[in-house]
């Protein structure tokens, strides 16, 4: 049962802590998309080449694409999304970084399963 009241915008938010194994790579990928995006002039590939040239974190930002997280979501079309990137400090032991603290957000860490399997062996 749908209301007038009830709103059929939802805002999703995604919290991604990732570690860079190869920022070569990375950096390569990003320098790649930039030339082959063809909405991006050519006053606009120089900086963004150099900003992905000086900063993995911002290369990264240039790969992930939130459009293609949702686009084959059937039912949904994305109306507005923003991303941004940066280095941290990570410390999974510590309770800063506890993201399933009664939030009502449900945490996967892939740290420690690196089979897939949960603790049961599933």
């Not at 920022?23 to 390569?28: I, K, N, P």
């Not at 974190?57 to 994305?78: I, K, Q, R, T, W």
Request: avoid cysteine; glycine fraction near 6%.
């Amino acid at each position: 049962m749908s209301t007038p009241e009830t709103s059929r915008f939802v805002r999703l938010r995604v919290d991604l802590v990732l570690q860079i194994d190869d920022e070569a790579a990375v950096t390569s990928a990003a320098l790649a998309r930039i030339a082959d995006d063809g909405d991006m002039t050519d006053a606009e590939r120089l900086p963004a080449r150099d900003t992905v040239n000086e900063d993995a974190a911002e290369a990264l930002a240039y790969l992930v694409d939130p459009f293609s997280m949702v686009g084959d979501v059937p039912g949904v079309e994305l109306q507005q999304a923003s991303w941004s990137s940066e280095q941290i400090d990570y410390d999974p032991d510590s309770p800063e970084w506890d993201l399933d603290e009664g939030d009502g957000y449900e945490l996967y860490d892939v740290s420690d399963n690196s089979d897939g399997k949960d603790d049961d062996g599933r």
